[in-house]
């Protein structure tokens, strides 16, 4: 079994004391964390292995990524500034404009900057994603596959929280059919790095004989499942005229809350939908860096308070978790006029551990304890931003990048060494996204030349 030790380090370690071991180190045999100490004992404890040196840099638990549309990079600098669902009039999807192989490209470079940011786990949700589920996994993180399920009919122009014209049980089963076929190839592939989930991608596209096919698809294979709730007004006013009921209660009363769910967004529930969240013990994805572009902060204490676990994640646009980190701290602490919570060491935490219980993967992952799976990554120190470094984790929080991440390993293998990404040709695929984007846009402009365009697009 082969040992690594990463030694003269000081180590984030994310246990339930949030121990900070300086002048540490870790032993990485296979897959799994062996030890975690001072580097002498750890040193001492694993002769002749591979030591690699650690002096001046931290290492942390590898950030979880709750929820997650790679795709969606080819929307960057065009959707964030629109509010949602954006108010942009298009008359069809960007993403209907872009073919197979682009979209592996455009899935791939999410993939690169969740890596280059500390990623290690993320939680992929959309449709369709067996064309690049390939690609992302042999990027090396540790993946969650949502394929997402809908019998709503919409037209080509639909935007999320509108009704829709209908309901499919034809459709149903084509998108339930899709999604039990990504289970098939891919539960548990890769050596277990790969695992899926089930999911229905809005409330207001999902019957009620959908949501029990969705619940009943996860408990079959003993896993989770997810959807995006709360996430407009449009969405609230669509299922009360609908449904006869707010977001949360409707999946309430069809049994769709729980333990297994992971319930996107969160932003505008009320009381009784909080409780219900709580007292269901319903997990919360929290995605504070696309909220605060949307100008709202859900009630993430209160839903903390009621009960729920609090993971975090990216959403559209960008895959920056170091990002919503920060951003996670100081929207909250905006929120609720407090200066004193909450702490880097809280969000650290939400990003680790959170987002690890959030999944149900917090006995293999979201922190470095023995036994634990290996991922993490290694902090340069060493910025003139972050020096002096007693306390790193508010220096990094506060202070620091993404661009500080110079390693990162998953499952005991270095996906990123000295600040370059091993798995993936990085520079040829940022050429050839920069491409299918400018090319994307265009045709999309071409296409539909009377749409007002309120953007300048510089020339191909
Ligand atoms: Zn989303």
């Known amino acids: 079994m082969p040992t690594t030790v990463i030694a003269n380090s000081t180590i984030v370690t994310g246990n339930t004391s949030r121990q900070v071991i300086y002048d540490g180190a870790i032993a990485i045999t296979d897959d799994v964390v062996a030890a975690v100490g001072p580097s002498d004992d750890v040193l001492a404890s694993h002769p002749g292995v591979d030591v690699v040196d ?42 209907s404009l872009v073919s197979a192989e682009e979209k592996i490209a455009l899935a791939t470079l999410g993939a690169v900057e969740a890596i280059r940011s500390g990623s290690t786990t993320l939680l992929e949700m959309a449709a369709g994603i067996a ?39 034809e459709q149903r089963e084509t998108k339930l059919g899709r999604a039990e076929d990504l289970f098939a190839k891919w539960h548990g592939a890769k050596d277990g790095r790969v695992t899926c989930f089930a999911s229905t991608q809005l409330v207001e596209t999902s019957s009620p004989e959908l949501l029990a096919e969705v619940r009943a698809l996860a408990e079959q294979y003993d896993t989770g499942y997810t959807i995006h709730l709360g996430q407009s007004r449009l969405e609230v006013e669509t299922l009360l005229a609908l449904r006869g009921a707010r977001p949360s209660n409707y999946l309430a009363e069809h049994d769709f809350l729980g333990s297994r ?15 219900a969240l709580g007292n269901s013990r319903t997990h919360i994805t929290h995605q504070p860096a696309m909220a605060a572009l949307r100008a709202v ?3 993430i204490p209160a839903l903390r308070d009621a009960g729920c676990t609090v993971g975090l994640g990216t959403d559209n646009n960008t895959q920056d978790m170091f990002e919503v980190m920060r951003t996670a701290l100081r929207t909250e602490r905006v929120a609720t006029e407090n200066a004193l919570s909450p702490q880097p060491e809280d969000v650290v935490e939400w990003a680790t551990m959170g987002s690890a219980r959030a999944l149900g993967m917090d006995d293999r992952i979201g922190s470095l304890e023995i ?37 990162v390993m998953v499952d005991g293998e270095w996906v990123m060494r000295d600040g370059r990404v091993l798995t993936v040709n990085e520079i040829d695929l940022i050429d050839e996204v920069d491409r299918i984007g400018r090319s994307a846009w265009s045709r999309m402009i071409e296409a539909h030349p009377d749409t007002p365009f309120p953007l300048n697009l510089s020339p191909r």
């Open 297 to 299: 902060h859900p009630p």
């Open 131 to 169: 064309v690049y589920a390939s690609s992302i996994a042999d990027t090396g993180m540790r993946l969650v596959l949502a394929e997402n399920t809908d019998d709503g009919v919409m037209g080509p122009a639909y935007r999320p929280g509108q009704p829709p014209s209908g309901f499919s049980a």
């Open 371 to 407: 036994g634990k799976k290996a991922d993490l990554f290694m902090v340069d120190m060493r910025r003139a931003h972050l020096v002096p470094t007693m306390r790193i984790v508010s220096s990094w929080i506060h202070n620091g990048q993404p661009g500080d991440i110079e390693s």
């Open 54 to 95: 650690g002096s001046g840099q931290a290492v942390f638990p590898g950030l979880i990524n709750c929820h997650a549309h790679l795709v969606n990079v080819l929307s960057r600098g065009i959707t964030e500034d629109f509010g949602f669902p954006p108010d942009l009039p298009f008359p069809v999807s960007i993403y």
């Open 261 to 275: 769910l992971v319930a996107a967004h969160c932003r505008y529930v009320d009381e009784s939908e909080i409780a």
